[in-house]
């Protein structure tokens, strides 16, 4: 169990009747949709993406896909872990499999949970 005073957030939403989900891209959206939805959690979403930028530590591959991913679940574990915290115009999809299977493991950090992403493509069997 997390305690309130510990500066480490849970890796994944865990709910008693649900289990643990995370918030990732949706695989048929569009690059151009999924970068929209990127700018505005970087942005108006106020998500550190310091670390999907060049040279950062989640920046490989640097794909739309993974970094919107990345911003999209550090958006929804930081802003009430509901469907509508991973929405982003409907490019993000909430998933039970745990995104360290195609992406190296979530890593609650005090900023924000990070990922290293690991692959070029997302699963399609999200």
């Keep these: 169990m997390i305690r309130p005073e510990s500066p480490i957030r849970p ?6 009747l649900d289990g643990t989900t995370w918030c990732v891209a949706r695989p048929s959206a569009s690059q151009a949709e999924l970068q929209r939805a990127l700018d505005w959690a970087c942005g ?17 591959p640097d794909t739309i896909w993974s970094h919107a991913s990345f911003a999209f679940n550090a958006y929804y574990q930081t ?14 999809t909430l998933t039970k499999i ?5 992406l190296a493991p979530f890593r609650a950090t005090e900023r924000a ?3 290293y992403p690991n692959r070029k493509s997302p699963p399609q069997d999200l």
């Design 11 to 16: 890796e994944g939403n865990t709910t008693f």
């Design 44 to 60: 108006i979403g106020r998500v550190d993406c310091s670390v999907i930028e060049k040279h950062g530590d989640c920046y490989e």
């Design 79 to 92: 802003n009430g872990n509901n469907r509508i915290a991973c929405y982003f115009g409907g490019t993000a």
């Design 98 to 102: 745990n995104p360290s299977k195609f």
């Design 113 to 115: 949970p990070m990922m």
